[in-house]
């Protein structure tokens, strides 16, 4: 996943420094490169957050963590 983000990043910067002015590569690298980067990485990313969002409202519930990383003796 983070692999995708970092290749992305690194064509939209070489593609923003070919641009003909400074104005015109920050907004390539805006438009092309940050803007759709950041969504890719939040909707990425949701699943985890929901995971974590489940695990602390169960562990609110029972009134202690689940062990899951715990190790073992």
Do not use: H
Not at 5 to 32: C, D, H, K, N, P
Not at 41 to 59: C, D, I, S
């Amino acid at each position: 996943m983070y692999i995708v983000a970092i290749a992305w990043g690194y064509v939209v910067l070489m593609m923003s420094i070919t641009e003909t002015s400074f104005v015109a590569g920050l907004l390539t690298f805006l438009f092309y490169g940050a803007a759709p980067l950041a969504l890719f990485l939040w909707l990425v990313g949701t699943p985890q957050r929901r995971r974590t969002r489940l695990r602390k409202a169960a562990e609110q519930r029972l009134g202690q963590p689940d062990g899951s990383d715990s190790q073992g003796d």
